[in-house]
């Protein structure tokens, strides 16, 4: 048996969880849940803090971590996110951030030509360096003079892996996005970590793409395309614009990953949707994917296929949310997605 650990997390987290947590029956897969529903924000109001190394020596210990979402309006610029988010991404050194995209139905594009709707790629992210490693200050009082640094953190071993990890799941070629024409430290280590890497993987089509280069092809034409790889803030940028590509952020899964360790954290990247909590229109199918990826990710890769399709037919009956162009409610996307099952 499987120990799946669960944190529902803020605002619509625990109403998209509940529908992806009742595939674990659905497809009769043997698991336990272990949930973990104090890992919030009002936790964090009460105490000052969220997780607790406890809370994380039962993440580390699970076989995979399936996430709601972090965040609270209440808190504004304190360290709540990325004392949990960004600190399970760097504690659990979960390097490599995987975010799938893939057009369900023609309708949810919102690219003209019919030729060039069908995005089917893959964005893998450096997870625990770059911009958001948190290294950087500041010397002034908001004064004209005020100075603020953010270092942009790359080092040999970061990027030798996340490449070999985008490599190990390519099916038909990479393509590697910098702006080593600009960014000149980082890049030239970039561009070194690559050539190496496509010596260690010959056989296997490359390219190679400036950031605002692949964001100009990506909304032109995106069906090219099969794994893109690239740092931390280039990552989560390109991430939300391929989800627009395929529908929207309620679509979109991704996984954190340790290909060394094996573990994972699965979450939809929508956030926490602080005015659609209570709503009941927030969008499960980003975490029924996630979880789809969670599955597959345990071994399950025929029960990861049967939710893949079953969110195609449902999307293909237009029984999804408002965002998506449907009437249906959180529940009852859900519960079309269980029936699709059954």
């Known amino acids: 048996m499987s120990r799946i650990a669960v944190v529902p997390g803020d605002g619509i987290g625990p109403e998209v969880i509940g529908p992806a947590l009742a595939l674990f029956d659905a497809l009769a ?3 336990e849940l272990d949930v973990l529903d104090h890992v919030n924000a009002r936790t964090y109001l009460r105490t000052g803090h969220a997780l607790t190394e406890e809370d994380l020596d039962r993440l580390r210990d699970s076989a995979a971590i399936l996430l709601g979402a972090v965040g609270d309006p209440r808190l504004g610029d304190t ?14 050194d979960l390097y490599a951030n995987y975010r799938p995209t893939r057009l ?16 089917d790629c893959v964005i893998v992210r450096e997870n625990t360096e770059g911009l958001y490693s948190g290294i950087g200050g500041g010397i002034g009082d908001g004064s004209s003079r005020e100075l603020a640094l953010d270092v942009d953190v790359s080092t040999h071993h970061g990027v030798s892996r996340v490449l070999d990890f985008a490599f190990s799941v390519a099916r038909t070629s990479v393509c590697l996005v910098d702006k080593a024409n600009a960014v000149r430290h980082g890049g030239t280590l970039w561009q070194r970590c690559w050539r190496e890497a496509v010596g260690r993987h010959p056989g296997v089509p490359t390219r190679h793409l400036y950031v605002d280069a692949a964001a100009m092809k990506l909304v032109t034409d995106p069906t090219p395309f099969d794994v893109l790889v690239t740092n931390n803030a280039h990552g989560d940028i390109l991430s939300d614009l391929t989800a627009g590509l395929a529908g929207g952020l309620g679509l979109a899964a991704s996984a954190n990953l340790n290909a060394t360790t094996g573990l994972g954290l699965f979450e939809p990247v929508h956030g926490s949707a602080p005015d ?13 994917l996630s979880t789809a990826l969670l599955v597959e990710h345990l071994g399950h890769a025929r029960e990861a296929a049967a939710v893949r ?21 959180t ?3 859900g519960e079309a997605v269980l029936a699709e099952l059954r």
């Open 29 to 31: 897969l043997d698991v």
């Open 79 to 92: 360290p709540y996110v990325r004392g949990v988010l960004t600190r399970l991404r760097v504690e659990l």
């Open 104 to 119: 369900w139905h023609d309708r949810l594009s919102p690219l003209r030509e019919e030729s060039r709707r069908g995005i």
């Open 276 to 288: 659609l909590v209570g709503t009941g229109t927030a969008n499960p199918l980003a975490a029924i």
């Open 309 to 329: 399709a079953a969110v195609a037919r449902v999307i293909q009956r237009e029984d999804v949310t408002p965002d998506l162009g449907g009437r249906r409610s």
């Open 331 to 333: 529940r009852e996307v």
